[in-house]
């Protein structure tokens, strides 16, 4: 599987989550309970999943392909990018 194959099916799982995040979020602001081990697993996918696991891959591989081939890592998609990074990383600390 190539590097972007693999950031693709990662991207993929991401969107499920987000999906099922807005459906949780849904269903809490209707007064419904969600149990406990679903927000764990939440939590856990956030946190080692998509921050380590996936942001890792972008920032070890993808990125510096990218600054190689001439994108600036100050500014542009990879800028974007890293402050999602620093962001998803502050909301799975709370």
Request: charged residues 30%; negative net charge.
């Amino acid at each position: 599987m190539s590097s972007t194959e693999s950031l693709r099916k990662d991207h993929y799982l991401i969107e499920k989550m987000l999906k099922s995040l807005n459906t949780t979020i849904e269903l809490l602001q209707e007064g419904k309970k969600i149990p406990n081990e679903i927000l764990y697993q939440t939590i856990d996918f956030l946190k080692n999943f998509t921050n380590i696991c996936h942001h890792g891959k972008e920032e070890e591989t993808l990125f510096p392909s990218l600054e190689k081939n001439g994108m600036a890592r100050e500014s542009g998609p990879i800028a974007r990018m890293l402050f999602e990074h620093e962001f998803t990383i502050k909301l799975a600390e709370k």
